[in-house]
């Protein structure tokens, strides 16, 4: 980065006041029908919701990155009303009627996006003004923590050609914004493979390779060794049943890469949902 463009980077922040820091989440959403169902894991975001205000700070502005927007190079929604997407199907009626209306926040995402840099070409963020929204990734979580929907929202997509080095990179950039008021949620699963789904099996019935791979992350992220998750691949045959595409598993990078040095994590949600997504959630701060 040149010294002019640090300095840009350095005053668009100036817009956004400094707050008590922010804790970073990451949460398994697994299922959409979690959005509106009475179960366990609805209920944990709700009670999770509840605690804002109390044990931490009202965000001022809720920053998502879900597994569900990729893009080439790196974007942040920046429309005033970011639409409510039902990005699935073969669901039932009352899930395509949800609506989740918080507003957008259009010049904290263009203070944000100048602030931020691209890992592979070291420009500012790119801004959609109009095409994405807020994505199930995103809303069938945060309606259940904050189903006043008075809090804005913004996306961030990931780049799914780069590599996941590069998306823990930026994640560690969304550090500073932790201390402006802004929540970071990463949402998506820590395995998650459709094709192996098995509907009718319990919360604590999962594949063999499910709970090896779960358990590796969820020691990475228990010791401390957060870099070390960029690197999940390496566990080969493993991964590759975990995650036959990986885009559920990149939103940790992201919040791991926002945690800061000597943060303690706190795990909920450690079960399966059909045997072979982990709903495993993480909060640290």
């Given at each position: ?22 804790p970073v989440l990451f ?247 059909g045997a072979s997504i ?8």
């Amino acid at each position: 980065m040149t010294q002019i463009a640090e300095a840009a980077s350095l005053e668009s922040l100036k817009s956004l006041p400094f707050t008590p820091r922010m804790p970073v989440l990451f949460l398994g959403h697994g299922s959409p029908m979690n959005a509106i169902e009475d179960n366990e894991y609805r209920r944990s975001w709700q009670e999770l919701g509840g605690q804002f205000g109390k044990k931490w700070p009202t965000p001022r502005l809720v920053l998502c990155i879900s597994a569900h927007w990729l893009s080439r190079g790196w974007w942040l929604t920046a429309m005033a009303k970011p639409k409510t997407i039902h990005d699935f199907g073969g669901f039932p009626q009352e899930l395509f009627d949800q609506q989740y209306p918080a507003p957008g926040a259009p010049e904290a995402a263009r203070a944000i996006g100048m602030a931020m840099r691209q890992p592979d070409t070291h420009k500012p963020l790119a801004l959609d003004e109009q095409e994405w929204g807020l994505d199930h990734g995103t809303w069938s979580v945060l309606k259940p923590m904050f189903p006043q929907a008075d809090i804005p929202v913004i996306q961030l997509s990931m780049d799914y050609g780069r590599p996941p080095a590069e998306h823990y990179a930026l994640g560690q950039q969304l550090r500073a914004l932790r201390e402006r008021g802004v929540l970071i949620v990463g949402s998506g699963n820590i395995v998650h493979n459709l094709r192996a789904m098995q509907r009718t099996v319990s919360s604590d019935q999962a594949y063999d390779w499910a709970i090896e791979f779960d358990r590796v992350i969820g020691e990475h992220i228990a010791q401390g060794r957060l870099d070390a998750l960029s690197g999940f691949q390496s566990l080969g045959q493993v991964a590759q049943m975990a995650h036959p595409t990986h885009e559920h598993y990149l939103p940790l990078l992201y919040a791991a890469g926002a945690v800061q040095p000597g943060e303690a994590p706190q795990s909920f949600n450690a079960s399966f949902q059909g045997a072979s997504i982990s709903m495993r959630s993480v909060i640290w701060g």
